[in-house]
């Protein structure tokens, strides 16, 4: 979520490059290089259709590499999340919780992750 939201803002300011023709300019090549690694993990098609000037999206497909997990998304699911050590109950602790979503983008990489941290 947070790659996605600061991904964001690049896109923007790519578009504000592009507008003004600094397609060139080391400032561009910054914002290139970063919404390059923000994507780097993105896996899947999508299929356009053009028709006088506009892009219409008619279907998307992605693999099965996603930080996504519904038993993790889920707060009904029994022991949901044992894969990263994640239970509801660490909701009460900020740091824990938003530890989650790196030990997940960590174990997505095939890095080691240290489950006992308690």
């Not at 497909?61 to 109950?89: C, F, K, N, Q, V």
Request: charged share 25%.
């Amino acid at each position: 979520r947070e790659v996605v939201r600061v991904r964001d803002m690049f896109s923007s300011e790519w578009a504000r490059l592009c507008y003004y023709g600094f397609w060139f300019a080391p400032e561009m090549e910054l914002v290139k290089n970063a919404i390059n690694f923000a994507s780097k993990d993105v896996r899947g098609s999508v299929d356009l259709k053009c028709y006088k000037g506009n892009v219409i999206v008619v279907g998307r497909s992605s693999d099965s590499r996603s930080l996504y997990s519904a038993d993790l998304a889920s707060m009904e699911i029994e022991s949901g999340g044992a894969t990263i050590d994640y239970d509801p109950s660490h909701a009460q602790g900020f740091i824990r919780i938003n530890s989650t979503r790196l030990k997940a983008y960590n174990l997505l990489r095939g890095c080691p992750t240290q489950l006992n941290d308690k």
